[in-house]
């Protein structure tokens, strides 16, 4: 399969602590993507970060690459209890396409 | 106000009809894209189009159809020929290559 495989499929933490995500992915990217999905909602974009880069930071997120371990982690520092919701990775490979995984479903207990 | 479009929210077809499910993008965008997601699962790709009278299928577009006739316009008819419709669909819109724009999505019941 060439889509990315999060884990885990589902993490729960109390309100204030940290959240890590992780994507793994078999073939060569140009780009990885990391979207939100509040339940019954449509995606939306959190952090694109190109084959070329390490890390990425917006806010209270943080999104690393490692391209030689094929895999990416997305943090999020302080947690709320907005932040609960299906967090997905996304490959683009050049294909004019992306490819979603599974997804990580993040439970914030206040 | 720039954005992407979905109706009906819900929709409702007895078995053997085609539906139709509507996408509009003001963004400007070249590139569309049509999802579909069953319950606890991620996305996948029913159709794209790169371009205005163009389109490409994905990996499940057996007993789908698209048109792109218009740049702001994507629809997706459900038809008969796909068995087992229930679920939610996702329309989304990027500038190629780059983050995509997703609408809030239309959940399409078999009754």
């Known amino acids: 399969s060439q889509q990315g495989e999060e884990d885990p499929q589902a993490l729960s933490i109390q309100e204030g602590e940290n959240a890590t995500m992780n994507c793994s992915y078999k073939?060569?990217?140009?780009?990885l993507q990391w979207y939100r999905q509040n339940s019954g909602r449509g995606l939306v974009h959190l952090i694109l970060?190109?084959?070329?880069?390490r890390e990425k930071h917006s806010g209270r997120l943080r999104v690393t690459l490692d391209t030689s371990k094929k895999s990416s982690s997305l943090l999020i520092t302080a947690s709320r209890a907005a932040d609960t919701a299906s967090y997905f990775c996304?490959?683009?490979?050049?294909?004019?396409?992306?490819?979603f995984g599974q997804g990580t479903r993040l439970t914030i207990n206040p | 106000d720039g954005g992407i479009t979905q109706s009906p929210k819900y929709l409702f077809r007895k078995e053997g009809q085609n539906v139709t499910l509507s996408c509009e993008q003001n963004?400007?965008?070249?590139?569309m894209y049509w999802y579909r997601q069953d319950p606890g699962q991620g996305l996948r790709l029913i159709y794209y189009?790169?371009?205005?009278?163009?389109?490409q299928k994905g990996d499940i577009a057996e007993g789908y159809s698209v048109s792109r006739e218009k740049k702001e316009s994507f629809p997706l008819t459900v038809t008969s020929a796909q068995k087992n419709p229930t679920a939610f669909y996702l329309c989304?819109?990027?500038?190629?290559?780059?983050?995509?724009?997703f609408g809030p999505g239309t959940r399409l019941t078999v009754l």
């Open positions: 970060i190109r084959s070329n880069e």
């Open positions: 963004l400007n965008h070249d590139a």
């Open positions: 996304a490959i683009f490979q050049g294909a004019q396409k992306l490819v």
């Open positions: 073939t060569s990217i140009n780009n």
């Open positions: 189009s790169q371009i205005v009278n163009d389109f």
């Open positions: 989304a819109s990027s500038r190629t290559g780059n983050e995509q724009f």
